[in-house]
């Protein structure tokens, strides 16, 4: 089903587990709600902070995915920069989205960054300023299967920055319409 776990022993003794989906794994309403009784009963016993427990109930409320199979970027400002990001635990979560950026023509080091999760800690693929405007202009201008995936990706960038509104998505307009002539 896409749900990986491993126990791990903490520093001081105790024991715990890192649970890990995948984009599928993730949309299944049966599995959010699974986790959520979990974390709830976790709250309950004092295991977890509360608000940490609040947080993730959210998150699982929200779900992790807007359109078939696309991962939800956050999109925001780092200082005055665009950052446009795809955060998760599990390394196959990161390492399939980097895939689909290069599939679409974009090159990691030049136009994304990805840094796999370790230890339990977020991976994250991070999209360059000139990554969108690339991805802009194969939306227009590249071959058939790169121009879907880029015209896919950049509407889903744009409607993130639009519920985001002001600066972030100023920023964003500008940087795929300076490319995208």
Excluded: C
């Amino acid at each position: 089903m896409g749900v990986d776990a491993e126990v791990r022993m903490a520093g001081s003794g105790a024991w715990y587990v890192v649970a890990t989906t995948d984009i599928l794994a993730a949309g299944r309403e049966e599995l959010r709600d699974a986790i959520a009784k979990v974390v709830k009963a976790a709250a309950a016993m004092g295991w977890v902070n509360r608000e940490k427990a609040e947080r993730w109930l959210r998150k699982l409320e929200r779900g992790h995915t807007i359109r078939e199979g696309r991962p939800k970027y956050s999109v925001g400002l780092i200082g005055y920069t665009l950052a446009v990001r795809y955060q998760s635990t599990n390394p196959h979560s990161i390492e399939r989205e980097a895939r689909r950026l290069r599939e679409m023509g974009l090159m990691e080091g030049r136009h994304f960054t990805a840094k796999m999760p370790e230890d339990g800690k977020i991976g994250y693929v991070l999209i360059r300023r000139e990554g969108l405007a690339y991805a802009a202009w194969l939306s227009t201008r590249g071959p058939g299967g790169r121009r879907r995936l880029a015209v896919e990706f950049v509407e889903h960038v744009l409607q993130r920055a639009k519920e985001r509104g002001g600066e972030v998505y100023r920023k964003a307009l500008e940087a795929v319409e300076r490319d995208k002539g």
